[in-house]
């Protein structure tokens, strides 16, 4: 593995708690769509933060709505 490959793994939000909730089409464990799991080493790192934005306002609403 080279060092771009070992970075981008490294700033992955998974969590490594992979399930996918299709009622509402994310991961249980960090949140991402499918889509975004799949394409996450080939953003740039301007998409990522905007995703890791989104991610936060997923993780609150799944905090208040159990």
């Given at each position: 593995?080279?060092?771009?490959?070992?970075?981008?793994?490294?700033?992955s939000p998974c969590?490594?708690?992979?399930?996918?909730?299709?009622?509402?089409?994310?991961?249980?464990?960090?949140?991402?769509?499918?889509?975004?799991?799949?394409?996450?080493?080939?953003?740039?790192?301007?998409?990522?933060?905007?995703?890791?934005?989104?991610?936060?306002?997923?993780?609150?609403?799944?905090?208040?709505?159990?």
């Amino acid at each position: 593995m080279n060092t771009e490959q070992s970075s981008q793994r490294e700033d992955s939000p998974c969590v490594h708690i992979c399930l996918m909730d299709y009622a509402q089409g994310l991961c249980i464990g960090c949140h991402r769509t499918l889509d975004e799991i799949t394409y996450w080493s080939t953003y740039s790192p301007a998409r990522k933060r905007e995703v890791l934005a989104a991610l936060e306002i997923r993780r609150a609403a799944a905090s208040t709505n159990p």
